[in-house]
T-cell receptor, first 116, second 116 residues
């Protein structure tokens, strides 16, 4: 149980284009989903917290207009990297939490983004 | 300033021996700690967790110890197997940290290599 999927698993795009990444909880409903980014040899850094039906909460230093998050349902959250630049190239990982009282987050497999 | 620190970037252990992965934290408000295992280009997989009201939690070959006074936790794997070779992340949860509820603060990870 507690399977989270991400799509696509990797994407290469040109600078200036937008990229959408989907995160789905496959066998449970997630009240909260989180988006992380990991640069090489670094830890996972939380970008934003996404609650179904409400606006995402962004961490300090993360531009909400650049990283658009939509939590459309209890099983789907999307992250759109708008006007991507090479410095946005990274490994993006989502996680899902069953409820606010559940401490464990279940992670997706990640999406590798390369912006040329 | 890192609130969760894994000071050993790598650890090499012989198969069958004990692996001890260490983690230190600075924020006494953290109330829940988790260990994740991560393979390259994949999302983290939840391993084991411990509440701040406990000092030990065991699950099969994995045991997590928490020393609140020292703000230190450790993950013991015994016996170690070659399949345990991966990067291990320590994570801590603090309520309402950074305006987000329930998010996790990760260490930088320790790469464990178990040699046959």
């Amino acid at each position: 149980g507690a399977v989270v999927s991400q799509h696509p698993s990797w994407v290469i795009c040109k600078s200036g284009t937008s990229v959408k990444i989907e995160c789905r909880s496959l066998d449970f409903q997630a009240t909260t989903m989180f988006w992380y980014r990991q640069f090489p040899k670094q830890s996972l850094m939380l970008m934003a917290t996404s609650n179904e039906g409400s606006k995402a909460t962004y961490e300090q230093g993360v531009e909400k207009d650049k990283f658009l998050i939509n939590h459309a349902s209890l099983t789907l959250s999307t992250l759109t990297v708008t006007s991507a630049h090479p410095e946005d190239s990274s490994f993006y990982i989502c996680s899902a939490q069953i409820s606010m009282n559940q401490e464990t987050q279940y992670f997706g497999p990640g999406t590798r983004l390369l912006v040329l | 300033d890192q609130q969760v620190k894994q000071n050993s970037p790598s650890l090499s252990v012989q198969e069958g021996r004990i692996s001890i992965l260490n983690c230190d934290y600075t924020n006494s408000m953290f109330d829940y700690f988790l260990w994740y295992k991560k393979y390259p280009a994949e999302g983290p997989t939840f391993l084991i967790s411990i509440s701040s009201i406990k000092d030990k939690n065991e699950d099969g070959r994995f045991t997590v110890f928490l020393n609140k006074s020292a703000k230190h936790l450790s993950l013991h794997i015994v016996p170690s197997q070659p399949g345990d070779s991966a990067v291990y992340f320590c994570a801590a949860r603090g309520p309402n940290y950074g305006g987000s509820q329930g998010n996790l603060i990760f260490g930088k990870g320790t790469k464990l290599s178990v040699k046959p």
